[in-house]
Each structure stands twice: as structure tokens, then as C-alpha cells.
């Protein structure tokens, strides 16, 4: 099976586009593709079902609802790691960032069409929600950066925002041994230093006890732009792994 790094999941879920502009700032897409797409659950159950790190072998096993993927006593669901911000909350900066791009709406659309193909996403267990609890966690607030610097924080026994709901996550971190192993897993390393010491921030220092969203209209734009140099790479990874070994 061959992967199309390029392959847009927001195609394969229906409605996605369907009035999407009716709020002509923040937009909504009118279906999930992490819970809708075939396309992308195809992906994931074939890209993630392989060795892993402790020496098992995943293979996952395909379903419906809380059984989208599965294996042993795991039920995974698929995420959507990079963010573009679009909540009512944050809607005054959205605002300022529609004023200052020209064609906001492409500009918006592009970053959509590049990060919902697979090197945007990632899967974690349903359990415990990892996915919900970085959306929530005000000092995380949906950033993969900081996300993956609590990981990392994690298999040093270090405290973070997310370390209580990734120690209830233990028995999954187990299966990667280590942060290492979890970033090659996954093949996030142009997250991280080349010797797996340390996160690299899109924006900011990775200080965990601040509100971590972008304060300018020039800091969110740096943002976006991180977010598609990652995607890219990592989906040129995929490729080079999947389908050119």
C-alpha cells in the first residue's frame, strides 16, 4: 500500500465545506475528518502497524465509533495536531489577522487543504483523551510544541500541565520505552533536536506556565508558518519510509 503524503482528508469527509464561511472570521468545517475520513483511518491503521520500540508488533484493527482503531486492550482515535487557532475566544486576533493578510480566506484554506494530510495527524488513545486534555489545558491550548514538551517531560519523570493524563496514559508511553522512541515512532523528529534533548518551540520558549497563544498578528502568522515547514517535512519523511524503502 502506498501512502499519498498529499492527499487531503477534508475531501473525503462529506459536508466538510459546506458553508464554511458562514462565520466569515473563524469559519467551521461541517464534519471531522479524524472521525469521518476512511481515507485517513486507512492511513493510520497501515502506518502505525508495525514493531514498535519494546519489541511488539501493532497491528491495528479498523471500526466504527470508539473502535476506530484497535489493538490488544488500546482503542486509538485519530488527531489533528496543528492548530490555526479559529475559536471565539481568540476571534479579536483573527480579526486583526484578516485585516493584516490579503485574501484571508485562501490564506485559511491553504493551511487546511496542507495540514489535514497524514503529516498532521497522529493517533492516541481514547482512554484517558490525551487529544481532549491538550485542547482543554490552558497552558497547552491545542499546541503540538508543548504537547510533545510535556511527552518529553514525561519519560524524565518530570512534571508538565498534561503529566497527570499522560501518567494515566502509562501503559502507552511503555510501548515506545522512551522519548526516543515515542519521536521515532511517529517520525516527529523535526520536533526535536538532533540528540532528543530538547522540543523545538514554533513560537516562544516553551515556558508552560504562561498563556501560550500568539499575542501578535506576527507571532501567529510565524506560527502558521512552523506549522506548514513541520507538516511538509514530515510528510517527506513518511514518504521516503513508506513508500520509497
Not at 14 to 34: S, T
Not at 66 to 82: A, M, P, V
Request: net charge neutral; glycine share 6%.
Amino acid at each position: 500500500m502506498n501512502i499519498d503524503v498529499t492527499f487531503d482528508f477534508t475531501t473525503d469527509t462529506p459536508k466538510y465545506w459546506d458553508n464554511f464561511w458562514n462565520d466569515r472570521i473563524l469559519g467551521g468545517g461541517g464534519a471531522d475528518p479524524d472521525a469521518v475520513s476512511k481515507t485517513l483511518q486507512k492511513y493510520h491503521q497501515y502506518l502505525w502497524s508495525k514493531s514498535l520500540p519494546n519489541g511488539e508488533n501493532m497491528s491495528l484493527s479498523s471500526g466504527k465509533g470508539s473502535n476506530y482503531l484497535t489493538w490488544e486492550n488500546f482503542r486509538f482515535g485519530s488527531d489533528s495536531i496543528l492548530a490555526s487557532f479559529r475559536y471565539v475566544r481568540y476571534r479579536k486576533m483573527m480579526e486583526a489577522v484578516a485585516s493584516a493578510v490579503p485574501n484571508y480566506k485562501e490564506y485559511i484554506e491553504e493551511f487546511i487543504h496542507r495540514t489535514y494530510t497524514i503529516g498532521g495527524s497522529i493517533i492516541f488513545p481514547k482512554q484517558n483523551s490525551i487529544n481532549r486534555a491538550r485542547g482543554v489545558n490552558p497552558f497547552i491550548k491545542d499546541r503540538w510544541d508543548l504537547t510533545l514538551e510535556c511527552i518529553r517531560k514525561y519519560y524524565k519523570n518530570e512534571h508538565s500541565p498534561l503529566y497527570e493524563t499522560l501518567i494515566m496514559n502509562k501503559e502507552f508511553f511503555d510501548l515506545f520505552v522512551d522519548f526516543k522512541g515515542y519521536v521515532d515512532f511517529f517520525f516527529l523528529h523535526d520536533c526535536v533536536s538532533e540528540d532528543y534533548q530538547s522540543v523545538i518551540f514554533w513560537i516562544g520558549d516553551g515556558d508552560l506556565s504562561k498563556n501560550p497563544m500568539p499575542k501578535t498578528v506576527d507571532e501567529y502568522l510565524l506560527w502558521i508558518e512552523k506549522q506548514l515547514e513541520f507538516v511538509t517535512k514530515r510528510n517527506k519523511r513518511i514518504d521516503m519510509a513508506v513508500n520509497q524503502k
